[in-house]
């Protein structure tokens, strides 16, 4: 029978059956891509949490550079895992396939559980709006808001993720809608950055559609303003 040899994790050669051979190195083409995703799912959580926590969206540029880099180190320590992977006793392989295949899961389910968030004005109406108002911080300006089908839209749009009271440490311009419903009850939107506050609720959201109110928001202004100018 044709034999190879193979390092048992020191400097001992091994000398194993071609076919054995075969066997571990298929079984460690295994471990190596499993490896790779668990380990590139623990760093798209990490770098999702510091996006979001600590400096805000990052621009597509940087984003897919952070990406690729995790990529390289999730392959390297791939690498490193699955070489001591090899050494270890059948049994023990198979428990640490196991544990590491149920927190990959684990970690797919929190990411997409994170990136979906969940739109708290999805189902908002304008019928279900009697009046609107929106107020800036700057310049301390007041508009109310006659359009409410327009305004139902970019509400609609809005994605919490977390609950997050630490807005108050932003600086930046601060929107807030105030809404008088139909049945006389009263809501308030405000946004600021990332963060987007609920009758006194603030969440951590998804910053597109923050972005997309805020520029309503200021082109409203910007209308009254020219109202004014040719009056």
Same mark, same amino acid.
């Given at each position: 029978?044709?034999?190879?040899?193979?390092?048992?994790?020191?400097?001992?050669?091994?000398?194993?059956?071609?076919?054995?051979?075969?066997?571990?190195?298929?079984?460690?083409?295994?471990?190596?891509?499993?490896?790779?995703?668990?380990?590139?799912? =623990?760093?798209?959580?990490?770098?999702?949490?510091?996006?979001?926590?600590?400096?805000?969206?990052?621009?597509? #540029?940087?984003?897919?550079?952070?990406?690729?880099?995790?990529?390289?180190?999730?392959?390297?320590?791939?690498?490193?895992?699955?070489?001591?992977?090899?050494?270890?006793?059948?049994?023990?392989?198979?428990?640490?396939?196991?544990? +590491?295949?149920?927190?990959?899961?684990?970690?797919?389910?929190?990411?997409?559980?994170?990136?979906?968030?969940?739109?708290?004005?999805?189902?908002?109406?304008?019928?279900?709006?009697?009046?609107?108002?929106?107020?800036?911080?700057?310049?301390?300006?007041? #508009?109310?808001?006659?359009?409410?089908?327009?305004?139902?839209?970019?509400?609609?749009?809005?994605?919490?993720?977390?609950?997050?009271?630490?807005?108050?440490?932003?600086?930046?311009?601060?929107?807030?809608?105030?809404?008088?419903?139909?049945?006389?009850?009263?809501?308030?939107?405000?946004?600021?950055?990332?963060? +987007?506050?609920?009758?006194?609720?603030?969440?951590?959201?998804?910053?597109?559609?923050?972005?997309?109110?805020?520029?309503?928001?200021?082109? =409203?202004?910007?209308?009254?303003?020219?109202?004014?100018?040719?009056?």
């Amino acid at each position: 029978m044709a034999k190879g040899t193979v390092k048992n994790g020191s400097s001992e050669i091994v000398t194993v059956p071609c076919g054995r051979r075969s066997e571990i190195n298929n079984m460690k083409k295994g471990f190596l891509i499993i490896f790779t995703f668990f380990y590139f799912g =623990l760093f798209i959580i990490l770098i999702d949490l510091v996006s979001r926590n600590f400096i805000g969206p990052l621009p597509v #540029v940087l984003n897919l550079a952070a990406l690729v880099a995790a990529f390289i180190l999730s392959v390297g320590l791939a690498q490193f895992t699955a070489n001591k992977a090899e050494v270890l006793a059948p049994l023990k392989r198979k428990i640490l396939l196991a544990i +590491v295949c149920l927190l990959l899961i684990l970690a797919v389910i929190v990411v997409f559980v994170k990136a979906k968030g969940k739109k708290p004005f999805q189902d908002l109406e304008a019928a279900d709006i009697s009046a609107a108002s929106v107020e800036l911080v700057p310049p301390d300006t007041t #508009v109310q808001i006659t359009d409410l089908e327009e305004l139902a839209g970019y509400l609609n749009d809005i994605v919490v993720y977390e609950k997050d009271n630490s807005y108050n440490d932003y600086a930046g311009q601060t929107v807030t809608i105030t809404l008088t419903m139909k049945d006389g009850s009263k809501k308030e939107i405000r946004e600021n950055n990332s963060f +987007v506050v609920i009758d006194g609720t603030g969440y951590k959201a998804k910053y597109e559609p923050l972005e997309a109110l805020s520029h309503y928001a200021n082109s =409203l202004r910007e209308d009254l303003n020219s109202m004014y100018i040719a009056n």
